[in-house]
Structure formats: C-alpha cells, structure tokens
C-alpha cells in the first residue's frame, strides 16, 4: 500500500460525458502527478501540480484539466470523453516537487471505460 | 512518442537466474528511473539513478547509466517468481514547457518457478 488513494476504482461512461476522478496524496507530499495508461499509448505524464499550483503538462488534452485543492488531494476532470479515453488513469505523490521528479509513490488507479 | 524505449519488450526466464533489461533514450535527462508493474496495478518505484551516477544497487537490483549512449539498464540477480511484472524506465528531463517523466513501453517479465 503506498499510501496514495484513489477514487473511484473503476468508472463506466458514455461518449460525450464528463467525470472526475479523485487522488489523495500520502500524507506530507504536495506534488500530485497524473498519468494515463493505454494500450495505445502506453504510459503518458499528464500534470502534475505541487502545492496547488500547476507545475509541469504533459500530453494533457484540452479537454482534461486538473488542479490540486488546499487540502492537497487533486481532481483530475475529463470533458467531452471519447472511446480512446478509456485508460487506467494513476495519480502519484511524492514529499518534494520543485521542478525534479524524485521518487513517487502510485495510487491503485481508475479504469475508466468510455462506452 | 516514447523517449524511453526497453528491450527485450518480453523475456521469460526460470528462477535463480539473472534477468537484464534495457533502456535507451533520446534526449539529455536529469534522472531515470525504474518501475515495477504488476498486471493492472499501480507502478512501484524500483530505483532513481541521476545523470551524475553511473551505477547504483538496491538490494537484488542493479542499475547502470551510460549518458553518453544514452542507456540504462537493470539487473535483477537471483530472480523469483514474485519478479513477474512489467518493468519500465522513465526519464526526467527539463523542456521549455517544464519538467517531465517520460516512460517508455516496458519489458514484460516472467520468471518462471
């Protein structure tokens, strides 16, 4: 268990809709990062946020966006979903987050099926 | 695209014996990293060695960086069932639009008892 909860585990969805997934990070950390995992597109770095403020983006979409809440857990909002959005979708902590990736520690993901 | 790029993409090999999986990249990195995935599973962070570092130990692991081949690669020794995983590397590096992990396609392991 690292510490890193997510919610939900599993979201089933149609085309068109809009959902948010929910990380809270290991108590202490204030960098949240989000990844998406596909078959397609194997392992993509969302964003990732360090104590509120948006730090780095990666492949995000338009359609996605993020932010990191005072309490720090962090939402990740997809829009206008797709079929190619369906993905494992991880967030990670870690203590740090200036701009250097240190060690993260994963949540247990959300599999989100677009149908 | 992927910067990270392992190989073999899969390698099934019998317990007790050595498994060598590689990484290559593309562009100038802070750091790289090793990941450990189960079947869909959340990664486990293995191992961060930094661009200064040539090689590093972590229990039955071992990791080298050659920078100027622009490679990694991680040894586990004395392998065990338990070791079946995916294992990716991922590299830091710094671009205008800020700092990012990319992770490359895995290597599909299976040890087999």
């Known amino acids: 268990d690292s510490g890193v909860t997510q919610t939900p585990k599993h979201l089933i969805t149609a085309t068109g809709q809009r959902v948010t997934l929910r990380c809270s990070p290991r108590?202490?950390?204030?960098?949240v990062y989000w990844y998406q995992q596909s078959l397609d597109q194997g392992l993509q770095f969302l964003i990732h946020?360090?104590?509120?403020?948006?730090?780095a983006k990666g492949n995000i979409l338009e359609r996605f966006s993020a932010q990191q809440f005072p309490d720090l857990h962090s939402e990740l909002n997809l829009s206008s979903l797709e079929l190619g959005d369906s993905a494992l979708y991880f967030c990670?902590?870690?203590?740090?987050?200036?701009?250097?990736?240190?060690?993260?520690?994963f949540g247990p993901g959300t599999r989100l099926t677009v149908l | 695209s992927q910067q990270g790029e392992e190989d073999p993409q899969a390698l099934s090999i019998q317990e007790g014996e050595n498994a060598t999986m590689n990484c290559s990249y593309k562009?100038?990195?802070?750091?790289l990293q090793w990941y450990r995935q189960n079947s869909g599973r959340g990664l486990v962070h293995l191992i961060l060695?930094?661009?200064?570092?040539r090689e590093k130990h972590s229990g039955r692991l071992r990791v080298t960086l050659d920078t100027s081949k622009k490679s990694s690669s991680l040894l586990i020794t004395a392998s065990r069932a338990a070791d079946t995983a995916s294992y990716f590397c991922?590299?830091?590096?710094?671009?205008?639009?800020?700092?990012?992990?990319?992770f490359g396609e895995g290597t599909q392991l299976t040890v087999n008892p």
């Open positions: 060695i930094r661009s200064n570092e």
């Open positions: 991922a590299t830091e590096s710094v671009e205008t639009s800020g700092s990012r992990l990319t």
């Open positions: 946020y360090y104590n509120g403020e948006e730090r």
């Open positions: 990670a902590s870690s203590p740090q987050g200036s701009w250097a990736f240190d060690e993260q520690f």
């Open positions: 562009t100038s990195i802070n750091n």
């Open positions: 108590s202490g950390d204030l960098s």
